[in-house]
């Protein structure tokens, strides 16, 4: 055997060489990175990749692909007893094994005091696959079978201060962690990442990967332990799996049914995507058979091509910290719609008729049955993925929306769509994602979604024009340049955030408020503050103590109360306003201001001519909220 990774230098340029032709299962390539020498200092110079390259006994020959242009792409390497020779664009390197997986990461793991971190599973407690050998998987071991040494550095336990801490996490509060206790977090690439294991997320989620700027992406993942905790085999199967797919994302993978949407885009695998058998489908997606077919299939690895990616993909499109998720922007071609659609649902996207430039750009998601009842999932949400939102831009440039947090749902709740319940909506804020700003001029944009429904089929919504318009006034340009900050863009997609890495951003939108507080884009400056300074907000100290901010139910109440008489807010965004300006109330210790608020959203959808069915639900949920909050109280 002769694959592993192997170093060399010839002078000034050093090459790491991955070579893979023998051993557990080898995907016939060779691979490198180059790097240059100057003074004490080592940078990144580019990759190469050789697919099918030509073995001979201990010589290996084929044309190489690489990140730069080079005269010569013929690469040749030699290897006998643990050494050689690697030819490279033009140089030739005296290489020298040094270990047998591809590639090295340092993984630092935190976890809140109460959470158990994940230990191992034994693969042969349940029934599996034949074929598919018993062994203990820890997470390390899941990736050394794909090549990938995951080194885990000393885990840190972070006890709680304060009283009263749900110890629910939000997008912020994870955001905020990571930036503050991952030793390694920095804007340089760097084969280390950070997991965090918190007790739950205010979404529900299992688990979720951190990839919120282009300058650091896919640093950090969390997994929530009250959600996947349990000692059975099947709880503990389904820990190995999320740890081991929120880790899969830091080293750029994308779910089984995305790839087409990578760039470069990759083919899908069986039924779109959903028939893979990887670590980075949704088991309850599985086609065919669902979770019983998955696990009965499932060999604990990843695919061919995540083999391929994990093994011999460009180090920027492979290392924590580098290039962006799903490798970046590129332009895309529009959703178009299928040839023929015998799904039984429609999508539909609705939005204002016209935007200020710098207003947060917000689309209305309707998802309806065309006729006939039809059941499907519940995630219509970009935040979730299952829906994508393509943006065509003023000149013409497609690119892909791209949220600034992800969340993996590993639960797909179902929707039955009928006459008592025609369609559901969701609200997404969409002027920003990971690339930054995506309607930063004044024009006409075309926004479409695409819905992946239960079965697979992918609904296209019609075109929904957005237009952007031209500042007019001094203040219009003032408040514009306020409002497009990267951080205050940050802050929208996080709802707010105490972090000291958005106090520029938080400074922004308290000029917005101070001094053009008559604006009409102040609304949205008091509804981030509002609703971040009616929650409390937890910080993981220098010293890894977990310390909660209690909400401040006060200043809450004094944004959110006059975003409520603002008739520009879309409605969904509305209905939260009111639920958390009457939770403010309540923790304020007034249970009737409270209780009115919630009727006072009832009459104000009712005065809106809201259909009678969505009114009904909104009814529903202001009882909900009122036996919650007196429960709470």
């Known amino acids: 055997m002769i694959s592993g990774l192997y170093q060399g230098q010839d002078g000034d340029s050093q090459l790491a060489l991955r070579v893979d032709v023998d051993g557990t299962r080898p995907t016939g390539r060779v691979s490198g990175d180059l790097f240059t020498v100057a003074g004490a200092?080592?940078?990144?110079?580019?990759?190469?990749?050789?697919?099918?390259?030509?073995?001979?006994?201990?010589?290996?020959?084929?044309?190489?692909?690489?990140?730069?242009?080079?005269?010569?792409?013929?690469?040749?390497?030699?290897?006998?007893?643990?050494?050689?020779?690697?030819?490279?664009?033009?140089?030739?390197?005296?290489?020298?094994?040094?270990?047998?997986?591809?590639?090295?990461?340092?993984?630092?793991?935190?976890?809140?005091?109460?959470?158990?971190?994940?230990?191992?599973?034994q693969t042969g407690t349940l029934p599996g696959p034949g074929g598919?050998?018993?062994?203990?998987?820890?997470?390390?071991?899941?990736?050394?079978?794909?090549?990938?040494?995951?080194?885990?550095?000393?885990?840190?336990?972070?006890?709680?201060?304060?009283?009263?801490?749900?110890?629910?996490?939000?997008?912020?509060?994870?955001?905020?962690?990571?930036?503050?206790?991952?030793?390694?977090?920095?804007?340089?690439?760097?084969?280390?990442?950070?997991?965090?294991?918190?007790?739950?997320?205010?979404g529900g989620y299992r688990g979720i990967m951190f990839d919120y700027n282009d300058a650091h992406q896919r640093q950090g993942s969390a997994v929530f332990y009250d959600v996947i905790k349990g000692a059975t085999p099947q709880?503990?199967?389904?820990?190995?799996?999320?740890?081991?797919?929120?880790?899969?994302?830091?080293?750029?993978?994308?779910?089984?049914?995305?790839?087409?949407?990578?760039?470069?885009?990759?083919?899908?695998?069986?039924?779109?995507?959903?028939?893979?058998?990887?670590?980075?489908?949704?088991?309850?997606?599985?086609?065919?058979?669902?979770?019983?077919?998955?696990?009965?299939?499932?060999?604990?690895?990843?695919?061919?091509?995540?083999?391929?990616?994990?093994?011999?993909?460009?180090?920027?499109?492979?290392?924590?910290?580098?290039?962006?998720?799903?490798?970046?922007?590129a332009e895309i071609a529009p959703f178009e719609q299928p040839v023929e659609d015998r799904s039984g649902l429609r999508l539909e996207l609705r939005a204002k008729e016209s935007f200020e430039l710098g207003e947060p750009v917000v689309v209305e998601f309707k998802l309806s049955c065309a006729g006939e009842p039809r059941v499907t999932h519940g995630h219509l949400h970009p935040d979730t993925e299952f829906t994508q939102v393509s943006i065509t831009q003023p000149g013409g440039r497609t690119v892909l929306y791209r949220p600034m947090m992800r969340h993996c749902v590993?639960?797909?709740?179902?929707?039955?769509?009928?006459?008592?319940?025609?369609?559901?909506?969701?609200?997404?804020?969409?002027?920003?994602?990971?690339?930054?700003?995506?309607?930063?001029?004044?024009?006409?944009?075309?926004v479409r979604a695409q819905y992946i429904a239960a079965d697979g089929s992918r609904i296209v919504s019609p075109a929904c024009l957005v237009r952007v318009r031209f500042p007019v006034s001094r203040d219009d340009h003032q408040v514009a340049e306020l409002m497009l900050g990267e951080e205050q863009g940050q802050l929208f997609s996080l709802l707010g955030s105490d972090s000291p890495a958005l106090r520029s951003g938080n400074e922004a939108l308290d000029e917005v408020i101070d001094r053009y507080g008559a604006h009409p884009l102040a609304v949205y400056a008091r509804m981030v503050k509002g609703l971040n300074a009616e929650r409390?907000?937890?910080?993981?100290?220098?010293?890894?103590?977990?310390?909660?901010?209690?909400?401040?139910?006060?200043?809450?109440?004094?944004?959110?109360?006059?975003?409520?008489?603002?008739?520009?807010?879309?409605?969904?965004?509305?209905?939260?306003?009111?639920?958390?300006?009457?939770?403010?109330?309540?923790?304020?210790?007034?249970?009737?201001?409270?209780?009115?608020?919630?009727?006072?959203?009832?009459a104000t959808f009712q005065a809106k001519g809201?259909?009678?069915?969505?009114?009904?639900?909104?009814?529903?949920?202001?009882?909900?909220?009122k036996t919650a909050l007196s429960a709470e109280a």
């Open 536 to 602: 409390e907000f937890k910080a993981v100290t220098a010293g890894k103590r977990l310390r909660v901010r209690p909400p401040d139910p006060k200043q809450g109440i004094e944004h959110l109360s006059q975003v409520a008489r603002d008739a520009s807010i879309d409605n969904i965004t509305l209905n939260l306003v009111m639920r958390r300006l009457a939770r403010a109330e309540a923790r304020q210790g007034d249970l009737d201001r409270a209780n009115a608020v919630m009727d006072q959203m009832v």
């Open 610 to 625: 809201v259909n009678p069915v969505v009114l009904g639900q909104i009814q529903r949920q202001a009882e909900l909220t």
């Open 41 to 121: 200092t080592t940078s990144y110079a580019g990759s190469f990749v050789v697919n099918a390259p030509t073995v001979r006994e201990s010589r290996i020959q084929g044309r190489g692909v690489f990140t730069f242009d080079t005269p010569v792409k013929d690469v040749s390497v030699t290897i006998a007893d643990g050494s050689g020779t690697a030819e490279v664009a033009g140089r030739t390197y005296q290489v020298a094994f040094a270990s047998p997986y591809f590639r090295s990461v340092l993984l630092e793991q935190d976890s809140v005091i109460g959470t158990v971190p994940f230990v191992s599973y």
């Open 132 to 202: 598919s050998p018993v062994r203990e998987l820890s997470v390390p071991a899941a990736y050394a079978e794909a090549g990938i040494e995951l080194t885990l550095a000393q885990p840190g336990v972070i006890p709680v201060d304060g009283s009263g801490a749900d110890l629910a996490w939000d997008d912020a509060e994870l955001h905020h962690a990571m930036t503050q206790q991952f030793s390694g977090f920095g804007d340089a690439p760097a084969w280390r990442v950070w997991l965090l294991v918190a007790s739950k997320h205010v």
């Open 410 to 446: 590993d639960a797909s709740p179902e929707i039955r769509l009928d006459e008592g319940n025609p369609a559901m909506y969701r609200s997404a804020y969409i002027g920003h994602g990971r690339d930054g700003h995506y309607f930063q001029q004044p024009g006409e944009y075309h």
């Open 235 to 329: 709880a503990q199967r389904a820990q190995l799996r999320t740890y081991v797919h929120e880790l899969g994302h830091a080293f750029n993978l994308l779910h089984s049914w995305q790839k087409n949407l990578g760039t470069p885009p990759q083919p899908l695998g069986p039924d779109c995507g959903f028939g893979d058998l990887s670590w980075m489908n949704y088991v309850q997606n599985y086609r065919p058979g669902g979770e019983p077919g998955y696990w009965a299939a499932f060999p604990f690895h990843f695919t061919d091509p995540e083999l391929i990616h994990l093994r011999h993909g460009f180090y920027r499109d492979v290392a924590m910290g580098a290039n962006a998720f799903g490798t970046g922007a």
